[in-house]
C-alpha cells in the first residue's frame, strides 16, 4: 500500500457524501474524549461511554447509521470510517476495543486493510484488537484467520447478534455490563446481576 487518505477527506458527492460527512461528524461529536467530559457527565455515563471504542467500518452510510444507532441504544457512539485505508490510519492513531470491519470497500477492502492492521500491531508490539468480519457474504473461517480476523458477523444482523458479538469480543462491554447506572429520582442506585434462585426480597 503506498500511503493511506487521512481520515475526514472529501467524500462522494451527492446526498450519499453529505450524509456521510454528517455521520462522521456526529460520531466524534457524541465521542468526546474522558478529560472533555464535565465531572457530572463523567461519573454518571462510566463505564460505558467512556471506556467503549468501537471503530464501524462500512463505505454504506445507510448500514452506518443502523449499526450506531443500535450501539448508542447501549451507551456509546461508534467512530466510522467508509473504507479499509481510513480504518488503518484511525487504528494507528487510536486504541479501539472492537472494530467491524466490512469486506467490500473501494480503496482498501476490508481483507487487506485487517491485515495491515495487524502487521502495524505486531511491528509496534500492540496489543492487537478483536476484528469482526461485518458483511453480508462470509468468507469461511480459515480464510478470514488467515487474514488476522476473529470471527464474523452477517449484515445486517439483529440486536441479539450485535449483543452476543459485543459481549464476545469487546471486552470493555463485558466489563461495563456488570455494573448498570440506574437514576431515581435523586438517587443513583447500582445493581449487579442477580443470581439465579435469588428473590428480589432477599436483596433489600
Not at 455515563?45 to 471503530?55: G, M
Not at 464501524?56 to 448508542?72: A, F, G, K, R, Y
Not at 459485543?166 to 461495563?176: F, G, I
Amino acid at each position: 500500500m503506498s500511503s493511506i487518505p487521512v481520515p475526514g477527506s472529501p467524500g462522494p458527492s451527492g446526498l450519499l457524501g453529505v450524509l456521510r460527512a454528517w455521520l462522521l461528524v456526529r460520531s466524534k461529536d457524541l465521542w468526546p474524549l474522558p478529560e472533555a467530559l464535565p465531572s457530572e457527565a463523567r461519573q454518571a455515563d462510566a463505564p460505558r461511554s467512556e471506556s467503549i471504542r468501537v471503530l464501524v467500518v462500512d463505505d454504506n452510510p445507510l448500514n452506518q447509521m443502523m449499526i450506531s444507532t443500535m450501539m448508542e441504544t447501549r451507551g456509546f457512539v461508534p467512530l466510522l470510517a467508509a473504507d479499509g485505508a481510513e480504518a488503518v490510519a484511525l487504528a494507528c492513531e487510536l486504541h479501539f476495543d472492537l472494530i467491524l470491519m466490512d469486506l467490500q470497500m473501494p480503496i482498501l477492502d476490508g481483507l487487506a486493510a485487517t491485515a495491515e492492521i495487524r502487521r502495524l500491531e505486531t511491528h509496534s508490539l500492540r496489543p492487537a484488537v478483536p476484528v469482526i468480519a461485518y458483511s453480508s457474504c462470509v468468507p469461511g473461517a480459515g480464510l478470514l484467520a488467515t487474514y488476522g480476523f476473529n470471527g464474523s458477523l452477517i449484515k445486517p444482523c439483529g440486536d441479539q447478534e450485535l449483543e452476543d458479538c459485543l459481549v464476545r469480543w469487546c471486552p470493555a462491554y463485558r466489563a461495563a455490563s456488570t455494573v448498570r447506572v440506574v437514576h431515581l429520582g435523586n438517587s443513583l442506585w447500582q445493581s449487579s446481576p442477580v443470581a439465579p434462585g435469588t428473590s428480589s426480597a432477599s436483596l433489600r
